[in-house]
């Protein structure tokens, strides 16, 4: 599977964002997909992530309630939706797919780590100034 994200940019606080990320290759592989960010000097952490079939989705504690995650599975793209932005969001975005064994219990012991993952997009920088 190969992963495209896009849409990144700057914003200020209290603005809002999507960002997407368009799946290729063997997506009929890929059960979940997931949204992850790094700011500099930190950890990669968890942001979202979501399963094609029933649309489940999860988020990281720093981003609920702010940012959704959806899927358009005739596109194999999944976006991700940030309202009310604040400075510490400012990081670079990766998503992430991964098979989960085709397990929907895998998904969800996984699907906030990142070995659960199979393929990474290359980032997409997200600004947020005041």
């Known amino acids: 599977v190969q992963l495209q994200a896009f849409g990144g940019g700057s914003v200020q606080v209290g603005g809002y964002l999507r960002i997407s990320c368009a799946a290729s290759?063997?997506?009929?592989?890929?059960?979940?997909m997931g949204w992850f960010r790094q700011a500099p000097g930190k950890e990669r952490e968890f942001v979202a992530a979501?399963?094609?079939?029933?649309?489940?989705?999860a988020y990281g504690e720093s981003v609920d309630g702010r940012f959704a995650i959806s899927r358009d599975n005739a596109k194999r793209t999944v976006y991700l939706q940030m309202n009310n932005l604040k400075s510490e969001d400012t990081a670079v975005y990766y998503c992430?797919?991964?098979?989960?064994?085709?397990?929907?219990?895998?998904?969800?012991?996984?699907?906030?780590?990142?070995?659960?993952?199979?393929?990474w997009g290359q980032g997409t920088q997200v600004t947020v100034s005041s």
């Open positions: 992430a797919s991964g098979s989960f064994g085709d397990s929907y219990y895998l998904f969800h012991q996984l699907r906030r780590l990142q070995r659960g993952y199979d393929a």
């Open positions: 290759g063997r997506t009929f592989s890929s059960y979940g």
């Open positions: 979501i399963s094609w079939s029933d649309g489940s989705a």
